[in-house]
């Protein structure tokens, strides 16, 4: 066993030298936690829609603005642009769109079903304009995992109401 003589020696220096270094170690100092709070300026601000558009633009993504009275038409419009025909929706949203085969995930679409979808429609439970980030949860209007990253298009209602300035609104 002269190998294992050598192996062992090998460990007690490494540890030796683990021990040394932890024994040398000062007092770790406190870190200043100066965390930026939730800001004070109301979700769904013009301000923050502008900002928001602006980071969608940034990433490549596009923003139509509509009322609610004319989201039908923005959502038929943007279909009709991705030429897409087949779509899935989250169960939360009610939505009927002409020249469109519109399927509810609710029960869940198996897998070969969301494969052949050209698009989704889902809303959100939140956006951060400061990040152009949507947050899905998985509740009713977000849908769940799956029906979002399956499709190549995922077209997402964001309500004004929705948009907060920074991530830490939204953690609030």
Known sequence: MVGGAAVSGSREQI????????????????????YRQASSEAAGAPSLLDLFD???????????RTRADGLTAV???????NLTVRVGRA??????????????????????ELELLDGVITGCALAIAETGTIVL??????GRRALSLVPDLHLCI????????SVPDAIA
């Open 15 to 34: 540890l030796a030298r683990a021990r040394a270094a932890v024994a040398a170690q000062r007092e770790v100092p406190e870190v200043a936690r100066k």
């Open 158 to 165: 964001v309500e004004a109401c929705d948009v907060l300035a």
């Open 137 to 142: 949860d998985g509740g009713a209007r977000s």
């Open 75 to 81: 959502v038929q419009a943007a279909l009709r642009d």
């Open 91 to 112: 169960p939360s949203l009610d939505l009927s769109l002409d020249e469109t085969e519109l399927l509810v995930d609710d029960p869940p679409l198996e897998v070969g």
């Open 54 to 64: 602006q980071r969608l633009h940034h990433y490549g993504a596009r923003l139509r």
